[in-house]
């Protein structure tokens, strides 16, 4: 005897072995010949047939046409056994085979039939039917859409209907349309997935685009312009307001790369004599103060704290604050042809050095913080000065006409050498290593680079951190950011503070607590020295502000008061958003690497230095290449290698090792500076290595 039942959802036939009494288990064959039980109670129809396959066959196929329409309108609006319905649609005695194949077309039509039970079903109501059978119809039409599209794409042509979602597509697509169905299948086979589809088929002019798309997408979903429109009236109450601010009796220059437009930061030095200490001179440190026009909470705030931060890559720059504030506020001299100097708003650090260049840190000559207006007579530019300026040079008094402000400059270098050197044995102190001021060892590895993109093409050049301009910015910076850190702490007014203290990950980080930052030997550090550039270094003014206005009772009427929950969503917001800026960078400055070595032509042949675990840098440019042959070198070891092949989507190369150059193990110093040079391609861990003054191709880790 054969036994009709379902399982897993299946019509299968059994045969009966042994005959089982009334409750127990049957024990029955499949046709597959596997032996197993069967309880009564599930066996929808018995039957007798010789060929039980040939059986099955012809049913599956009978019932494949069987009319589902006619058969819905033959079964009444109760529940019913599919033999029952046979009888409706076959006649009174419908065969074995017959019953069979109503079973599996009853089975298998879930939109006319619900299942209620063994062989029990009910066709489902008028309206679901048709609204179910609309919806597999529209399922037939996308599927055949969706061939016709996917057969286009693999030809390299783009579908009409995809060309408006292609940027959907590509960032943020939804996996159910019928449109990404058929752009996954078609990019399927290929390595660089749907960019590569998307570029073959012209829609997407270059790898480039796809990653600024991409960091784009996410950061600036709207665009990159401001949101916010600044009135005419608005400006002038600005300049009306800052025309009440006092004007410093000093002369100040800044110290920049030609490129940068965001100049936050300025220097003033005056000769002063001291009862009991003789001549001494003042140097004052302006920051440009847009803190004084952008109140907390106003529409240009709003974009401050959104951006968090000006983001920089090579070839461009997407500013934090609009162009209308940064031309009020930017510490610009006038232009050569003007007579008059500009009074640029500042918020400025006056400290006093003794005969020393030392600090007066007590007394009357202590660092003191003033709001006012400064006269800007310079912008001095590294690329016109960086190679004249040296130890030697500023102590020439035949170089006072090749060098502006040469005097000042030397008081500048040699105080910064007394503010190095106190850092230094805090450093000390920290357990860390000393750092020498000067010019890294020309036979290290240079870890900071200059990009220049023009029209596709990428120059590359090293920069050797450490000049005597360099380090001019670096120790101001790093002390006034320490100076007000410090007072900040002391007149108990919040801020967000940059700390750094012990190993592992994020030791580096942002709070609003006071703390060290034991990298850089100093007590406290607030980034404050940026306002036109960081969100941080804005909020920091605000406070610093009403601190140097209203002193003891700053605290009450700061904008951010004692424990308040907005300045600590602040300090991780921005942690995580300048890590997202600096990711996209070293995202950037790899792609430009690459495409420096496709100009240089391919295969492109150079040498390599062994960082660690198998990853190396090329030695002319800051790339990376993973070089699994070198996984067992010491670390430091120099190589030649070949570049064969670049994918600019995935943003790597195909690499074929050529053989060492140098295999011996390096000093514990050098080893010291290729931890601190792995640390640097890591946001959150880039103070260490603080020496660098800022500029428009990559932001200043002095700060």
């Known amino acids: 005897m054969r036994l009709l039942h379902e399982d897993g959802g299946d019509i299968k036939i059994a045969t009966l072995m042994v005959q089982a009494t009334e409750g127990e288990s049957l024990a029955v064959e499949t046709l597959g010949g596997k032996r197993s039980k069967l309880k009564a109670k599930d066996v929808w129809l018995r039957f007798e047939d010789p060929k039980p396959e040939e059986l099955l066959a012809s049913a599956k196929k009978q019932a494949e046409e069987i009319d589902l329409d006619f058969l819905w309108e033959c079964a009444g609006a109760d529940e019913f056994f599919f033999a029952d319905l046979a009888k409706e649609y076959f006649g009174e005695t419908p065969s074995a085979i017959e ?26 109501p008028e309206d679901q039917l048709k609204a179910a059978i609309l919806a597999v119809e529209r399922k037939k039409a996308e599927l055949i859409k969706q061939e016709s599209w996917e057969e286009q794409l693999k030809l390299g042509q783009l579908p009409e209907e995809i ?15 019928t449109a990404y169905k058929a752009v996954a299948s078609a990019a399927q086979t290929l390595k660089g997935g749907i960019p590569e589809l998307f570029l073959t088929c012209g829609v997407l ?56 437009t965001e ?63 940064i031309e009020v506020f930017s510490l610009h001299a006038a232009e050569a042809t003007s007579l008059d100097l500009p009074l640029r708003p500042a918020v400025s650090l006056y400290v006093t050095l003794n005969s020393e260049g030392l600090p007066i840190l007590e007394g009357e000559h202590a660092p003191v913080t003033k709001v006012e207006r400064v006269l800007m007579a310079s912008n001095l530019r590294l690329d016109d000065l960086e190679h004249l300026v040296t130890e030697e040079s500023l102590l020439d008094e035949k170089n006072t006409a090749s060098i502006p402000y040469q005097a000042e400059l030397n008081i ?27 010019l890294p060892d020309p036979q290290a590895l240079p870890r900071d680079f200059n990009f220049k993109v023009t029209d596709g093409v990428v120059e590359i050049t090293a920069r050797g951190r450490g000049s005597v301009l360099d380090s001019i910015v670096a120790e101001w910076m790093i002390y006034c950011n320490s100076t007000w850190g410090n007072q900040l702490a002391s007149h108990s007014v919040p801020g967000i503070y940059r700390a750094q203290k012990g190993w592992g990950p994020q030791r580096t980080r942002m709070q609003t607590m006071p703390g060290p930052h034991e990298g850089l030997g100093v007590e406290n550090y607030a980034w404050c020295t940026s306002p036109l550039r960081r969100y941080v270094d804005l909020v920091n003014q605000w406070q610093l502000i009403a601190m140097a206005q209203h002193g003891v009772t700053a605290k009450l009427v700061a904008p951010f008061k004692p424990k308040d929950a907005d300045l600590m969503a602040i300090a991780a917001d921005f942690d995580g958003t300048y890590a997202a800026y600096a990711e996209h960078q070293n ?81 514990n110093q050098e080893l010291e500076e290729l931890d601190e040079f792995e640390d640097s391609n890591n946001p959150q861990d880039t103070d260490s290595l603080e020496a660098v003054p800022e500029n428009d191709v990559k932001p200043s880790t002095a700060e």
């Not at 105080?415 to 450093?427: D, V």
């Open 99 to 124: 019953k069979i194949s109503l079973a599996m077309a009853l089975q298998g039509a879930p939109i006319y039939f619900r299942r209620k039970g063994r062989g029990q079903f009910m066709r489902a």
């Open 263 to 325: 100049i936050d930061d300025a220097f003033s030095v005056s000769s002063i004599e001291i009862e009991g200490l003789g001549q001494c001179h003042r140097v004052g440190v302006h920051i440009a103060a847009p803190a004084l026009a952008i109140h907390r909470g106003s529409a240009l705030d709003e974009v401050g704290r959104k951006r968090l931060s000006t983001v920089y890559f090579p070839g461009g720059k997407i500013t934090m604050l609009p162009d209308e504030v």
């Open 205 to 260: 002019s270059s790898a480039l685009a796809y990653h600024e798309g991409k960091f784009l997408r996410e950061h600036f979903p709207k665009g990159v312009g401001f949101q916010v429109q600044l009135e005419a009236n608005e400006q002038s109450a600005w300049e009306e307001a800052l025309l009440k601010l006092p004007a410093a009796n000093v002369k100040a220059f800044s110290i920049d790369d030609a490129s940068t």
């Open 163 to 177: 060309a408006p979602l292609v940027n959907t597509l590509l960032f943020n697509p939804d996996k159910n349309t």
């Open 587 to 667: 995202q950037m400055e790899s792609y430009w690497c690459l495409q420096y070595l496709k100009q240089k032509g391919l295969p492109w042949r150079g040498v390599v230095r062994h960082l660690k675990e198998g990853q190396a840098r090329i030695e002319e440019i800051p790339l990376r290449l993973s070089i699994p042959e070198l996984a067992e070198q010491a670390r430091g070891a120099r190589a030649e290698v070949e570049v064969v092949d670049i994918d600019f989507l995935t943003l790597v190369a195909s690499v074929r090792y050529l053989g060492l150059i140098q295999s011996d193990s390096i000093g």
């Open 412 to 438: 500048l270098w040699q105080s910064a050498k007394q503010l190095h050197a106190k850092r230094q044995e805090q450093r000390v102190m920290n357990g860390l290593r000393e750092e020498s001021l000067g």
